[in-house]
């Protein structure tokens, strides 16, 4: 269904780029107000597809644990607003999807993770630190659950770091 495609998604140690995106047809979320807390931030090619459900749902069970490690979730699809807001309904998610639909994808190609030959993003993950900068980057195939152990795994190296440069 989808094709291949080279990834390109922007590696540890890079800025995060900033980003203002819808969650509802009147709310707006901005990446750096997260500045000061690790983000999660889940880029998704489709609402309704079966991976994404089940990639999306996955996190969504296991927020509590990102919320532990003291980082927040976005996930981001070039879906709309109205179509993310029926997914979450349906899905009972508990953290914003954010349409990067108009511009459209122009989010996922700032970070390196747009597929221009489908429209849609990749199946892409990104861990930023409280400072702003990629700790993480990982792109799935798209028809592959990721899955959370990376992302968990990235955010206990970040808690490490921060805990051992307050013993410091």
Known sequence: MYSKSPRTALPAGDEAPDFSLRSTPDQWVTLSEFRGQPVIVAFYPADWSPVCGDQMALYNEILPEFQKLGA???GISVDGTWCHAAFAKDRKLHFPLLADFEPKGAVARSYGVYRDKDGVSERALFVI?????????HVSPVGVNPGAAGILSALEELQ???EAATVS
């Open 160 to 162: 490490t770091k921060k």
């Open 72 to 74: 927040a979730l976005v």
């Open 129 to 137: 630190d409280a400072d702003g900068f990629i700790h993480w980057s």
